[in-house]
């Protein structure tokens, strides 16, 4: 009898307490999960895209709040050092030798640091790097699928300032859950759903939505479309054969003559095989947290470096505690760091002794083309660390790979210079 009692009282404790959850309101609610075919969700029509945070600001304030604070990057602010740097952050100034690298591109007149979520139309409109379409708005704002939608495919070549006359708004929830917050991620850029689609790849919801945006991508020289290259795959030698595949170069570099490859932020390509990707960790769990704030738990959009959230981000896993681990990054960053300068000396010097011998005429044309070519994979390895935002953290294996891989070609080419 004491039994049943017990079981009776245990069941009731249970129904109150689930009563009671599905009756709370909730900072971020968790979905059932949905059968495989009621997955894919709907593109609502223009007119019913919520397309401001604000709309959401009341019932998701602290997420709605955490979100803002990327703007905490700010022209007058400054930060430490090691947790964000100094902003703005003049990429011209601090390493000059990409003058010579990017020479003949926009990036030689104009390089910033890249500033927070907040900042993302805001900024892209002010650059005064030149826009070749409208598609240079397709991770700047949550109004690109809106867009597409009103103009069709033909959007991306559309005049870039007349397109971004006819949006207000930059990033915002609608990018990454369209009008369901709080439900499952939905992918709104079109290039990153053919890209999954044509590839028949997937990734965890937490590397999903930062896959519509941080990754490697180029635009097709006549429709402008944004294209990610990952037919081959998503390492750095499979990228770099798809675009020899194809012949694709951004531009030819002036004084050598090489046709380049400028790389593009590709964060989710170098995250790919990491230590923390292989134990099954999003980008996600460790740049957006979920944080406790006045007893409330959530999940951060505050979208910024995992050192600015520590605990939450690392020390969960983590046992050497937050001194040492700390030291344990930066020492790595700083091996990569010193890796990409020592790449970075041996680029300047291959790319004037190549355009030297082009203006001596001292080499044959075959032995110029086979330096140019050596010129193409080193500097695209050394671009395509220096690009991704995590100075090597991400997979620090690949990245010390592949600027040591861009060293043996730019001293192969050297070499034949020196002959």
């Given at each position: 009898?004491?039994r049943?009692?017990?079981?009776?009282?245990?069941?009731?404790?249970?129904?109150?307490?689930?009563?009671?959850?599905g009756?709370?309101?909730?900072?971020?609610?968790t979905?059932?999960?949905?059968?495989?075919?009621?997955?894919?969700?709907?593109?609502?029509?223009?007119?019913?895209?919520?397309?401001?945070?604000?709309?959401?600001?009341?019932?998701y304030?602290?997420?709605y709040?955490?979100?803002?604070?990327?703007?905490?990057?700010?022209?007058?602010t400054?930060?430490?050092?090691?947790?964000?740097?100094?902003?703005?952050?003049?990429?011209?100034k601090?390493?000059?030798?990409i003058?010579?690298?990017?020479?003949?591109?926009?990036?030689?007149?104009?390089?910033y640091?890249?500033?927070?979520?907040?900042?993302?139309?805001?900024d892209?409109?002010?650059?005064?790097?030149?826009?070749?379409?409208?598609s240079?708005?397709?991770?700047?704002t949550?109004?690109?699928?809106?867009?597409?939608?009103q103009?069709?495919?033909?959007?991306?070549?559309?005049?870039?300032?007349?397109?971004?006359?006819?949006?207000?708004?930059g990033?915002?929830?609608?990018?990454?859950?369209?009008?369901?917050p709080?439900?499952?991620?939905?992918?709104?850029?079109?290039h990153?759903?053919?890209?999954?689609?044509?590839n028949?790849?997937?990734?965890?919801?937490?590397?999903?939505?930062?896959?519509?945006?941080?990754?490697?991508?180029?635009?097709?020289?006549?429709?402008?479309?944004v294209?990610?290259?990952?037919?081959?795959?998503?390492?750095?030698?499979?990228?770099?054969?798809y675009?020899?595949?194809?012949?694709?170069?951004?531009?030819?570099?002036?004084?050598?003559?090489?046709?380049?490859?400028?790389?593009?932020?590709?964060?989710?390509?170098?995250?790919?095989?990491?230590?923390?990707?292989?134990l099954g960790?999003?980008?996600?769990?460790?740049?957006?947290?979920?944080?406790?704030?006045?007893?409330?738990?959530?999940?951060?959009?505050?979208?910024k470096?995992?050192?600015?959230?520590?605990?939450?981000?690392?020390l969960?896993c983590?046992?050497?505690?937050?001194?040492?681990?700390?030291a344990?990054?930066?020492?790595?960053?700083?091996?990569?760091?010193?890796?990409?300068?020592?790449?970075?000396?041996?680029?300047?010097?291959?790319?004037?002794?190549?355009?030297?011998?082009?203006e001596?005429?001292?080499?044959?044309?075959?032995?110029?083309?086979?330096?140019?070519?050596?010129?193409r994979?080193?500097?695209y390895?050394?671009?395509?660390?220096?690009?991704?935002?995590?100075?090597g953290?991400?997979?620090?294996?690949?990245?010390?790979?592949?600027?040591?891989?861009?060293?043996?070609?730019?001293?192969?080419?050297?070499?034949?210079?020196k002959?």
């Amino acid at each position: 009898m004491k039994r049943r009692f017990r079981q009776c009282i245990l069941f009731l404790l249970i129904l109150s307490l689930a009563l009671g959850v599905g009756c709370a309101r909730k900072e971020e609610p968790t979905p059932d999960p949905a059968p495989e075919d009621e997955k894919k969700a709907e593109i609502p029509a223009p007119q019913d895209m919520i397309l401001s945070s604000e709309e959401w600001k009341e019932e998701y304030p602290l997420i709605y709040e955490s979100f803002i604070r990327t703007s905490r990057m700010k022209d007058d602010t400054v930060e430490e050092t090691r947790l964000g740097g100094l902003h703005p952050i003049d990429y011209l100034k601090k390493y000059p030798n990409i003058k010579v690298f990017y020479e003949g591109i926009g990036f030689s007149k104009e390089y910033y640091a890249a500033r927070g979520h907040y900042y993302s139309l805001t900024d892209v409109v002010a650059s005064a790097r030149p826009k070749p379409g409208a598609s240079c708005l397709a991770c700047k704002t949550a109004a690109w699928e809106k867009l597409n939608v009103q103009y069709g495919k033909e959007v991306a070549s559309k005049d870039f300032m007349e397109m971004a006359k006819e949006v207000d708004i930059g990033m915002s929830c609608y990018n990454c859950h369209r009008n369901e917050p709080g439900k499952e991620i939905q992918v709104t850029n079109p290039h990153l759903a053919n890209a999954l689609e044509k590839n028949n790849l997937d990734f965890k919801p937490g590397t999903l939505a930062c896959a519509q945006c941080h990754t490697e991508y180029y635009l097709d020289k006549e429709t402008k479309e944004v294209i990610l290259p990952w037919d081959k795959g998503l390492g750095v030698d499979d990228i770099e054969a798809y675009f020899d595949e194809i012949n694709w170069f951004d531009w030819e570099h002036p004084r050598a003559g090489t046709p380049l490859i400028k790389v593009q932020h590709p964060e989710v390509e170098m995250y790919q095989g990491s230590v923390h990707d292989n134990l099954g960790i999003s980008c996600a769990d460790c740049h957006m947290p979920t944080v406790k704030e006045n007893g409330q738990e959530y999940k951060s959009h505050w979208a910024k470096s995992p050192l600015k959230t520590l605990e939450e981000s690392c020390l969960r896993c983590h046992k050497e505690g937050e001194e040492a681990l700390i030291a344990s990054v930066e020492q790595l960053q700083q091996k990569v760091s010193d890796t990409e300068a020592e790449l970075s000396q041996m680029l300047v010097k291959l790319i004037e002794d190549l355009a030297a011998a082009r203006e001596n005429k001292s080499l044959d044309d075959k032995t110029i083309e086979e330096v140019q070519a050596l010129h193409r994979r080193a500097q695209y390895r050394w671009d395509f660390v220096f690009v991704e935002n995590s100075t090597g953290f991400h997979n620090y294996k690949k990245a010390i790979e592949t600027l040591e891989k861009g060293k043996e070609f730019a001293q192969q080419a050297l070499d034949i210079l020196k002959k």
